[in-house]
T-cell receptor
Framework: AQKITQTQPGMFVQEKEAVTLDCTYD???????LFWYKQPSSGEMIFLIY??????QNATEGRYSLNFQKARKSANLVISASQLGDSAMYFC??????????????FGQGTTLQVKP | GAVVSQHPSWVICKSGTSVKIECRSL??????MFWYRQFPKQSLMLMAT?????????EQGVEKDKFLINHASLTLSTLTVTSAHPEDSSFYIC????????????FGNGTRLTVT
């Protein structure tokens, strides 16, 4: 069965500093995708970054990078040069390729990030 | 721009009435859409998978007679909360994907339901 775990309910970071949000996952399927979403207080879900299980390199998208450690089953999100607008809830999520799965996206518990000025 | 549109953004209804929420994929055909529910400061919980032209697949613990899902076309899925009660008050959000496990889900902006 799929499982996503985020162990940090809340995090603080000083503006302009980097922050790492932790995520571990579990799946028996060799084909899977890992995703990070940002949810501001307005409620919309904003897709940030994707990492595929067969990708050899860590994904990067602007100030976002994903520290993918496959053997440890971790996919931590690194936000560099934090901005006040980064304050939001962040979700790690996974889809796997099993035929019985329909590609549904399973979410972790989320981490609330607050950026201090 | 948005690729998934969800309406209404918010709705207030009286206990015992039914509410319909629409989810549309705007620029792609979605054979599968997903409906999630989110309580304040909690994660998104998958309620059901909506399949075009067939019955929805509900997650364990979700009452299929209470949360009716219809996926009549490749661009539209609807969720109807029947005989709503205050405990059904929540944030409902739909999503769709252009592809399979290596593609992100695109989300609607969600519907905040308040049952009085």
């Amino acid at each position: 069965a799929q499982k996503i775990t985020q162990t940090q309910p809340g995090m603080f970071v000083q503006e302009k500093e980097a922050v790492t949000l932790d995520c571990t996952y579990d799946t028996s399927d060799p084909s899977y995708g890992l995703f990070w979403y940002k949810q501001p207080s307005s409620g919309e879900m904003i897709f940030l970054i994707y990492q595929g299980s067969y990708d050899q390199q860590n994904a990067t998208e602007g100030r976002y990078s994903l520290n993918f450690q496959k053997a440890r089953k971790s996919a931590n999100l690194v936000i560099s040069a934090s901005q006040l607008g980064d304050s939001a809830m962040y979700f790690c999520a996974m889809r796997d390729g099993s035929s019985s799965n329909t590609g549904k996206l399973i979410f972790g518990q989320g981490t609330t990030l607050q950026v201090k000025p | 721009g948005a690729v998934v549109s969800q309406h209404p953004s918010w709705v207030i209804c009286k206990s015992g009435t039914s509410v319909k929420i629409e989810c549309r994929s705007l620029d792609f055909q979605a054979t599968t859409m997903f409906w999630y529910r989110q309580f304040p400061k909690q994660s998104l919980m998958l309620m059901a998978t909506s399949n075009e032209g067939s019955k929805a697949t509900y997650e364990q613990g979700v009452e299929k007679d209470k949360f009716l899902i219809n996926h009549a076309s490749l661009t539209l899925s609807t969720l109807t909360v029947t005989s709503a009660h205050p405990e059904d008050s929540s944030f409902y959000i739909c999503s769709a994907s252009r592809g399979h496990y290596n593609s992100p889900l695109h989300f609607g902006n969600g519907t905040r339901l308040t049952v009085t």
